[in-house]
């Protein structure tokens, strides 16, 4: 089947959704219907994110060859002093990046990062690491279910100003919804009214903070996370005590916290439930960036994102496309005998495809202040383009050889919410597919379980759950798309597509030494039709119905074209 012109058909499409409307969803989404409504709903939550290993110093493989203890981060031998120069919101704001490209073919472009567990954007905190008694140390350890639950808003807008301590009496007017299992959320207005782009020590110091007695009263109420949009809950760091741990408190009874939230003020009664990730989910974090939705359960795609979007301190990214590729000729291109580097700058050996693209790597740092003296213990992550799960999308096209137009490229600088949030279907090839096949529409046909536009799509194939550790060049095992199929799900209008297995592409020929040796034509088929991509997620046996809701929590960071994400799948049940 030849993949049809790209051209007024696509281009009517993508009008279509920059003016904001969206596809249409399924008619009956999961746990709605007449038969239903008066029933309880029970959530099975599904974490479906490959959870990477730190790399010590030395042995760059250890993401994808661990050895026994490779969880555990390095010794936190820095120690990150504080001064009148060098205040804690430029400390812990640090989230710096850099490109490379993957041999020399023009649009394997990589993305690496570091970036602190609290950055000056919304972020969460889990740590248990000195516990001897707590079978969840880090947030990764944790189960599903205690990233997400019903909300409940407590509205303390107009009643708390800066500097002010949130107390047991604020929350008791909310004890009813404050139930065993929800998500507690507190709204005060700080982070709408005094953040600004910039991190600031006075949007740390004036932070509204979390009573140690409140903090206890929640804790003893079970609830699954507490977050607010402040700075901090801790007053360890607004620089005014070095008391109680707050975080620890809630921590130590399983409790997630997040903070500095964004958009509390635009919840409306019919957002019920709230999800909260862990894009950088690596074995032994304490926390990180965080991405938050609270969505409708009976139409998912009626969301709130309740993230503040991050930017990269101290440097600053400001172009919309960052990349601008130099000219060239067919006559130079014969001359030079490969394509010119369009980044300018590294390139990394293709042959090395597995390390590079998944460096990851923890660093412990103590905070001293110059005054109060030890006030907490965060952590540097370093990521790769690869490092976990992720999602693709195109905001490069060198030459405009795959024919994305620009309204894409400027879309995809940052991954559009859109595409994120919706009802999930799975597409089951277990039993069909092995490794190094070609997919093709027959197989898509053959079990169709009634693909929908706007679905995000789950496409089972086990891959990732066999082969992900251990195996050197493990891109030599996965299948791949053949182009009919990669237009199958391009005439179906879906909002995304989830693979289990390490690339949507399968070479043809296959190279002698496994290596992929293409131009991403069906990343790029997919992305010029507003389809981004997530590679290297896993455990899709572990399904138990074939609709379900699908969130896919990516880094709300820009100009990296492949984000790590933090993947769900609810399933609801009466």
Known sequence: MAMRDVGLVETLRLRRSLRGARPATAREPPGSGPEKEERPVVERVLDLTMKPYPCPEGYNRAAVQPVVGFEEPETPILTEPLSASRDIASLLSFNQRRLSMLGVQPGETFNYGTITTK?????????????????????????????????????????IKPGDVITIGHLEPYAEAIQPGTVVFIRTDYSKQHRSAEPTAEYYTNSPTLDVAAAEWLAERRVHVVG???????????????????????????????EDLANLDQLGSEHEFALVGLPLGVRGVSGGPARVFVINRADPTTFVDCTHQLEYFPDKVTDEIPFVPPETSLDELRDIGDYPNPLPGRIDPRELQEQVARQTRLTPFNIRHPELGLIGQEMYIQYGHSTTTHIEGAFFDPWGRHHVPDEILR???????????????????????????????????AVDPGVREGDIVFLRTDITD????????????????????GQWFVDRGIRALVLDCPSVERSDPFSASGLRNTSNKIHYLLHRNDIPLVEWALRFHHFRKQRFIAAILALPVSHQGCFPAHLMAIEQWD
């Open 119 to 159: 950055p000056h954007g919304t972020n969460l905190t889990f740590d248990n690491r000195g516990s001897a008694t707590s079978a969840h140390r880090c947030a990764p350890d944790l189960p599903a279910e205690r990233f997400v639950g019903a909300l409940a808003l407590v509205n303390l807008a107009g009643s």
């Open 228 to 258: 607010a949009d402040v700075r901090t809950l801790d007053s360890r760091y607004t620089g005014h005590s070095t008391g109680t741990n707050v975080h620890q408190v809630l921590n130590a009874a399983g409790v997630v916290v997040v």
């Open 411 to 445: 879309r995809y600088v940052r991954m559009p919410a859109d595409r994120l949030i919706g009802p999930g279907v799975l597409v089951n090839l277990g039993d069909m597919i092995g490794p190094g096949q070609q997919i093709d529409a027959g197989h898509l046909d």
């Open 466 to 485: 066999w082969y992900y550790y251990g195996a050197d060049v493990n891109i030599t095992v996965t299948p791949g798309l053949s182009p009919d199929a």
